[in-house]
């Protein structure tokens, strides 16, 4: 790594001087010069206000980011069917193509899914980059890496957008590295900054104690991974104008160290958490494991499914397919109703998108009434019979 001023445009401020820890900047005449003091610890860079320092990776060519254009969504799709997850990032790259003033654009990879393309299109795809190859026909880290690195190389976006499911949190670093750029994981939230049009990416950090904002300064594309669920959904229209391009794969057997021989499922029935309308979920307040069936009740009277805190979770009352957090899914239903859950921040992380949220809690103190629409103090075991009671009323 080197440390480069760009004279054409330092303007002499000397900021950087004050902000190098090894006194490794000097003015020559109105210009700041780097000496061999410097260790490349880059704390020059963040100082300079107008972007008149480059730190350089040795070895390596330094990429022109002028050249990157464009929001790209990786459309991951599964025999055939484009994951619910690529719909929610068309929604959100569609925002953030129209600020920065830039196509929207989707990735789709596979064997003989050209009809998906004309879907994405519909989801509001300016284009979609069609990558078709028989080796593409199941995911295989290896080929999905090289295609969407070639593609990346040859096309230069701007700014890729995967979902964080298995098969993206695999992908995305793997992508990074080889395209020699970063990755936040996990982003709750992305915005064009308005002065220097660069992506900002919110994600919880430090055990979901503070939301932290990464801005990628010096590489290209901007990376990011989202959970399923956080964003809206791109709305679907009949004739989507988008064009179907498609690209050319380089992609032989021996690129590929893996074989995927069958795709065995789980058998254990998935709880669509991410997909609900309505959610019921439990926590420690429920005392014990059989407080679920209650909830269950009260949920198949709505329509909905059963969630859960970590708490209930840790405690072997229910599996974690039902955990609904920071490190369990991510939940944007119409309501979720939180019963005897207290609302430690790193469940509120994974469900406060909902539309109305309803909390049933004995303490008025508990942090989860603060995020709630509706709240009612209360223990759990008069008040969810009572809700059921009402709802018998009702279907009668
Ligand atoms: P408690 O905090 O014990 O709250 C129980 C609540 O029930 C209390 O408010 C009490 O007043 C109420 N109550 C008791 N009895 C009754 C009753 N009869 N009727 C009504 N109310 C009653 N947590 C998650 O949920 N999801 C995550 O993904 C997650 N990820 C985490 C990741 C990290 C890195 C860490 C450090 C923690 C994580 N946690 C997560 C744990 C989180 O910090 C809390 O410990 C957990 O959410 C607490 O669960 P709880 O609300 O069920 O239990």
Redesign the pocket.
């Known amino acids: 790594m080197a440390i480069f001023i760009l004279e054409d445009k330092c303007i002499g401020c000397k900021l950087c001087l004050k902000s190098c820890p090894f006194d490794a900047i000097e003015m020559v005449g109105k210009k700041a010069v780097i000496t061999d003091k410097c260790v490349a610890c880059g704390a020059c860079l963040e100082a300079c206000k107008f972007e008149a320092i480059i730190k350089e990776e040795s070895g390596k060519e330094k990429k022109d980011l002028t050249q990157y254009k464009n929001v790209w969504v990786f459309a991951e799709q599964r025999q055939g069917k484009i994951m619910p997850v690529a719909i929610e990032l068309l929604g959100e790259g569609r925002k953030l193509a129209n600020e920065i003033g830039v196509k929207l654009c989707a990735v789709l990879l596979g064997n003989k899914v050209e009809g998906l393309a004309k879907e994405l299109t519909q989801y509001g795809a300016d284009t979609v980059y069609l990558a078709e190859h028989e080796l593409l026909d199941k995911y295989t880290t290896d080929g999905y890496t090289k295609v969407i690195s070639d593609m990346i190389e040859a096309l230069k976006p701007e700014i890729v957008l995967m979902g964080a499911t298995h098969i993206g949190r695999d992908l995305a670093p793997r992508v990074a590295a080889r395209v020699d750029t970063g990755l936040t994981a996990d982003c709750t939230k992305l915005e064009i900054d308005p002065e220097d049009k660069k992506l900002l990416q919110t994600r919880p950090a430090f055990?979901?104690n503070i939301m932290a904002t990464i801005v990628c300064q010096n590489h290209r594309p901007q990376m990011s991974t989202v959970r399923p669920g956080v964003m809206d959904k791109a709305k679907k229209v009949e004739n989507g104008a988008g064009e179907i391009v498609p690209f050319s794969v380089v992609l032989e057997k021996d690129h590929i160290r893996t074989e995927v021989l069958e795709i065995v499922k789980a058998d254990k029935q998935q709880v669509a958490l991410e997909e609900a309308e309505i959610i019921v979920a439990g926590?420690?307040?429920l005392?014990k494991a059989e407080g679920f069936a209650l909830l269950k009740k009260l949920a198949d009277k709505l329509g909905g499914v059963v969630g859960a805190?970590?708490?209930?979770v840790d405690a072997g009352w229910i599996d974690h397919d039902h955990?609904?957090?920071?490190?369990?899914k991510t939940v944007k239903p119409r309501i979720y109703i939180a019963?005897?859950?207290?609302?430690?921040?790193?469940?509120i992380a994974?469900m406060q998108s909902s539309d109305v949220i309803i909390a049933?809690?004995?303490?008025p103190g508990?942090p989860?009434f603060q995020v709630a629409d509706y709240g009612i103090v209360?223990?759990?075991?008069d008040v969810v019979p009572a809700l059921v009671d009402a709802l018998d009323r009702v279907d009668d």
């Open positions: 055990g979901g926590g420690r307040g005392g805190s970590r708490a209930t955990q609904v957090g920071q490190t369990g019963c005897g859950i207290s609302g430690a921040i790193q469940h994974g049933i809690n004995k303490n508990a989860i209360g223990d759990l075991y």
